[in-house]
C-alpha cells in the first residue's frame, strides 16, 4: 500500500483541478446565463457539475500524472 501524500500537497493537488474547472465554467455559464439566478440555485448547479468531475475524473488524473511528487 503507497503511503498518503502530505495534506498540503493533496490540497495542491485539488487546488490544481478546482481552479481550472471553476474557471472554464465561469467562463462558459457565468455571464448573463448564470447571473440570472438567485445565489442557491447557482452554487446548486456549479457543484453538482464540479463536484463528480473533480472526483472522478481530474483529481485521479492529477493523482497519477503527480504520483511521483506526491510521495516525495
Known amino acids: ?10 490540497a495542491v493537488v485539488v487546488w490544481l483541478a478546482i481552479y481550472p474547472l471553476v474557471t472554464l465554467f465561469f467562463g462558459v ?5 448564470m447571473a440570472i439566478h438567485p445565489l442557491p440555485l447557482r452554487t446548486l448547479v456549479i457543484t453538482l457539475v464540479l463536484v463528480p468531475l473533480m ?10 500524472l503527480l ?6
Do not use: A, C, E, Y
Open 29 to 33: 455559464f457565468g455571464g448573463q446565463i
Open 67 to 72: 504520483r511521483n511528487w506526491l510521495s516525495k
Open 1 to 10: 500500500m503507497t503511503p498518503r501524500p502530505p495534506r498540503w500537497k493533496f
Open 55 to 64: 472526483v472522478f475524473g481530474l483529481i485521479p488524473l492529477l493523482q497519477k
